[in-house]
């Protein structure tokens, strides 16, 4: 069997308040996959997220990745933690905590030149990265005078500009358009098929729908309520209730789901390309 990425072992998380964040969570991400974790708001989201990128640790229970535990002294420093940083990607829920260069072209740069490139290919990258996420016309900005929705291409452009095999998506399509939103669903798919690795956290049916391999819901008591293949998932209406990410009446109208008011649940059928 080929090692998985992560294996989370019954993780408990409390908050250092004593709040709960996550309980009783036991995953497994292969690599290529590509993992969408679905919940309510405060369901545990970016707490599961924040654990898998070593950002914090179980209370109780463990994480490992790529075959190691993840602890504080494993992350502290040495060879296993440089290569963890480089192969693990990040993108904060609160994409403006990311950002604190003086301009775009600067803050997509800063990762490149962290690593051992020449000049002039850290300038292709950058230049490669602002073509690809249509950023060139604010290069020279700072990225706090952009918009919620710019902000979050810069992030990604930020992550992406130093490559890592596994990226971990907290929200990353909160705060974008519906031009914006389909535009990611592509860089997604083209991310899967680079064989790229990614956890993204949605609440959005749609998204988890067009760009999982394999869904899991956590419910609101903080605990993983179901997981498997999206359509199996987005069918569930009963489960998709009993974890308040649909609503008995409502009308969901972005192609996913059609709440009618008998409950009758249609699934429309996309093209997967
Ligand atoms: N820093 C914190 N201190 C105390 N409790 C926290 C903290 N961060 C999160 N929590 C609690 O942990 C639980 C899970 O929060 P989390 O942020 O992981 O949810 P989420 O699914 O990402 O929500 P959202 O969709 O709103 O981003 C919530 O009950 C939340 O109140
Ligand atoms: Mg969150």
Same mark, same amino acid.
């Given at each position: 069997?080929?090692?998985?990425?992560?294996?989370?072992?019954?993780?408990?998380?409390?908050?250092?308040?004593?709040?709960?964040?996550?309980?009783?969570?036991?995953?497994?991400?292969?690599?290529?996959?590509?993992?969408?974790?679905?919940?309510?708001?405060?369901?545990?989201?970016?707490?599961?997220?924040?654990?898998?990128?070593?950002?914090?640790?179980?209370?109780?229970?463990?994480?490992?990745?790529?075959?190691?535990?993840?602890?504080?002294?494993?992350?502290?420093?040495?060879?296993?933690?440089?290569?963890?940083?480089?192969?693990?990607?990040?993108?904060?829920?609160?994409?403006?905590?990311?950002?604190?260069?003086?301009?775009?072209?600067?803050?997509?740069?800063?990762?490149?030149?962290?690593?051992?490139?020449?000049?002039?290919?850290?300038?292709?990258?950058?230049?490669?990265?602002?073509?690809?996420?249509?950023?060139?016309?604010?290069?020279?900005?700072?990225?706090?005078?952009?918009?919620?929705?710019?902000?979050?291409?810069?992030?990604?452009?930020?992550?992406?500009?130093?490559?890592?095999?596994?990226?971990?998506?907290?929200?990353?399509?909160?705060?974008?358009?519906?031009?914006?939103?389909?535009?990611?669903?592509?860089?997604?798919?083209?991310?899967?098929?680079?064989?790229?690795?990614?956890?993204?956290?949605?609440? *959005?049916?749609?998204?988890?729908?067009?760009?999982?391999?394999?869904?899991?819901?956590?419910?609101?008591?903080?605990?993983?309520?179901?997981?498997?293949?999206?359509?199996?998932?987005?069918?569930?209406?009963?489960?998709?209730?009993?974890?308040?990410?649909?609503?008995?009446?409502?009308?969901?109208? *972005?192609?996913?789901?059609?709440?009618?008011?008998?409950?009758?649940?249609?699934?429309?059928?996309?093209?997967?390309?």
């Amino acid at each position: 069997m080929v090692r998985p990425v992560f294996r989370a072992e019954s993780v408990f998380y409390r908050y250092p308040d004593g709040r709960l964040g996550l309980a009783e969570a036991s995953l497994t991400v292969a690599p290529g996959e590509s993992v969408v974790l679905l919940g309510a708001h405060a369901s545990g989201k970016s707490t599961l997220l924040h654990l898998l990128a070593g950002l914090m640790f179980p209370s109780e229970g463990s994480v490992e990745a790529f075959g190691t535990v993840l602890t504080e002294s494993a992350l502290r420093d040495g060879e296993f933690a440089r290569a963890f940083r480089q192969r693990v990607g990040v993108l904060f829920q609160d994409t403006d905590a990311m950002l604190f260069n003086a301009t775009v072209y600067d803050e997509i740069a800063f990762g490149p030149l962290q690593l051992d490139l020449s000049e002039l290919d850290v300038r292709r990258r950058v230049d490669e990265m602002l073509k690809l996420l249509e950023l060139r016309a604010v290069a020279q900005q700072s990225p706090h005078a952009l918009s919620g929705g710019e902000k979050k291409k810069v992030a990604l452009a930020v992550l992406l500009a130093v490559s890592p095999e596994v990226l971990l998506l907290d929200e990353p399509t909160a705060a974008l358009d519906p031009r914006l939103q389909r535009w990611f669903v592509e860089l997604a798919e083209e991310l899967r098929g680079m064989g790229k690795t990614l956890v993204t956290s949605t609440h *959005d049916l749609h998204v988890a729908e067009e760009i999982a391999d394999r869904v899991v819901v956590l419910g609101e008591d903080h605990r993983i309520a179901a997981e498997g293949p999206p359509l199996a998932i987005l069918r569930d209406l009963e489960l998709l209730l009993s974890v308040n990410l649909v609503h008995e009446h409502a009308h969901i109208h *972005d192609g996913v789901l059609h709440i009618h008011p008998h409950s009758h649940l249609h699934v429309h059928e996309h093209d997967h390309h």
